[in-house]
């Protein structure tokens, strides 16, 4: 599990095994958003001028990760298209000189062999589906990114988990506190200890009854796992839901590593809902400096 020996602060320390590869589950029907996704997938709806899945890609490059593995499913080539070269319009807009547009199209986009696709034929839940991309994981931790789940930060989410990562080695989760009512759509976290920003996982519990959830802090779809998590998954038990459920395979592994969450800085914006899509439109555009002017005066205006 550890990549070496380094110096830090004059000792020699165990440096855990850097992310290198992140996974997105996107195999989702995204019946919520009907008809929206009728023929298109959840996770290529825009948020200003990008889709989710984009900036969930982002978020992993800026941690550091160099392969991007997509469990998908049926009606989500599009996906795969954003993420490939656009020839017909590159040129197009190569020969009308249009360097901008051109830099939006392709800038960004992973290189040559950076971006592996699996399909997860059934939808069996969030735990089957990171359990497809065993192969192409293999034996090194690894991040899950939940493309729903949208963070405007300054230091990007999965980052601020990797340099927890860095520090505590082990699994690390996105977390956060929610009103009790709530806690039966997340996630739940035990807590052993609580430094305020970082906190000792002692148990996790899948959608609890509010009326039984051991906490209010939530897990958020920010990820870093140790590969034996497949080794639970294989198992496929399906849990809260009927579902084979990635909390209940994390949960296997408390106490055999470290295991924290992290409270993250930043504002998380739920897009696999219909409000939580659109707070996160007005909150992005506001926070660009080419769009805040104009869509700040249309709110005070309008509301
Ligand atoms: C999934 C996870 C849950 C987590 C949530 C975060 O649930 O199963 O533990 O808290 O994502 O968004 P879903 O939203 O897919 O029901």
């Not at 095994?17 to 995204?30: E, N, R, T």
């Not at 590159?90 to 971006?115: F, I, N, S, Y």
């Not at 059934?122 to 963070?151: N, Q, Y």
């Not at 998590?229 to 294989?234: G, N, P, Q």
Request: aromatic share 6%.
């Amino acid at each position: 599990m550890t990549a070496g020996i380094r110096p830090r602060n004059n000792k020699l320390v165990l440096m855990p095994q850097p992310i290198k590869k992140a996974v997105f589950p996107v195999g989702g029907l995204g019946t919520r958003f009907l008809p929206a996704t009728k023929a298109m997938p959840k996770e290529m709806l825009t948020v200003v001028d990008k889709p989710l899945i984009h900036y969930a890609v982002e978020e992993a490059k800026a941690a550091g990760v160099e392969e991007f593995i997509f469990v998908t499913g049926r009606g989500k080539s599009a996906i795969e298209d954003h993420f490939d070269h656009s020839h017909e319009l590159q040129d197009t807009l190569a020969a009308r000189g249009k360097t901008e547009a051109l830099a939006a199209l392709r800038d960004w986009l992973p290189g040559p062999g950076q971006v592996a696709y699996t399909r997860q034929q059934e939808p069996l839940g969030l735990g089957h589906a990171v359990w497809c991309a065993r192969h192409l994981v293999g034996d090194e931790p690894f991040a899950v990114l939940l493309a729903d789940d949208l963070v405007l930060a300054e230091t990007p989410c999965l980052k601020q988990l990797v340099d927890a990562y860095a520090e505590t080695g082990g699994n690390v989760v996105a977390v956060m506190d929610v009103p009790r009512e709530h806690t039966d759509r997340y996630g739940i976290l035990d807590v052993s200890s609580d430094d305020g920003r970082r906190v000792e996982v002692a148990g996790l519990v899948e959608k609890p009854d509010p009326a039984v959830a051991p906490s209010t802090l939530s897990i958020i779809g920010r990820y870093i796992l140790l590969p034996e998590v497949f080794d639970h998954l294989a198992r496929q038990e399906s849990g809260a839901g009927g579902e084979i459920q990635l909390t209940d395979a994390m949960a296997r592994m408390i106490g055999g590593s470290p295991f924290h969450g992290v409270r993250f800085e930043g504002r998380r914006f739920d897009c696999g809902d219909r409000v939580g899509f659109v707070h996160a439109n007005v909150a992005f555009a506001l926070a660009r400096d080419d769009l805040r002017e104009d869509v700040e005066a249309f709110l005070r205006a309008y509301v």
